[in-house]
């Protein structure tokens, strides 16, 4: 992707489940690894809006 490009990603609060570390199914690790992975990567800036299940935007720098 160019500089420049944006990558949108739904569904990253996961109705509040990757906050609670009781929950520990397969698709909740999976949105947690991938929260982790985007906010370690320098390669982008990262907006989290807090509407509905929870959306990242991540814009390439």
Known sequence: M???????????LWGGSV???????RDT????VLNAKLKSDER??????TVGDGMTCALKR
Request: proline content about 4%.
């Open 29 to 32: 690790k999976a949105i947690r």
């Open 44 to 49: 982008v800036d990262l907006a989290l809006f």
């Open 2 to 12: 160019r500089p420049g490009g944006l990558v949108l990603i739904d569904n990253v």
């Open 19 to 25: 906050a609670n570390l009781a929950i520990d199914d």
